[in-house]
Nanobody
Framework: VQLQASGGGLVQAGGSLRLSCAAS????????MGWFRQAPGKEREFVAA?????????YYADSVKGRFTISRDNAKNTVYLQMNSLKPEDTAVYYC????????????????????WGQGTQVTVSS
């Protein structure tokens, strides 16, 4: 599976951005897709995940609940991260990831639980 992330940029605090992650290759094997972020000097952290089958649940880190929304378009093999009410502390490189785990849960939200990764896209929120 190959993942291509896009949509990052510079935005003022309170603004919005939408990230996209297009999957290619053996996409039928993907059960979960997620977004992670890594700020300078910090570890990569979980942001959101979505189970790829129709009606599958979504999961969010507490820090983004109510502001970020993860969604998917299975016809396009693409996952989106709509980010609203952005804060300077959301500044980071954002990465999309995918895994074949059929019973993925929040307990599997460590980066090491995802086997496929896209390149990062920079999100910078100015105050």
């Amino acid at each position: 599976v190959q993942l291509q992330a896009s949509g990052g940029g510079l935005v003022q605090a309170g603004g919005s951005l939408r990230l996209s992650c297009a999957a290619s290759g053996r996409t039928f094997s993907i059960s979960v897709m997620g977004w992670f972020r890594q700020a300078p000097g910090k570890e990569r952290e979980f942001v959101a995940a979505i189970i790829t089958w129709s009606g599958g649940p979504t999961y969010y880190a507490d820090s983004v609940k109510g502001r970020f929304t993860i969604s998917r378009d299975n016809a396009k093999n693409t996952v989106y991260l709509q980010m609203n009410s952005l804060k300077p502390e959301d500044t980071a490189v954002y990465y999309c990831a995918a895994d074949r785990c059929s019973d993925w849960q929040m307990s599997h939200s460590a980066p090491s639980s995802f086997e496929s990764w896209g390149q990062g896209t920079q999100v910078t929120v100015s105050s």
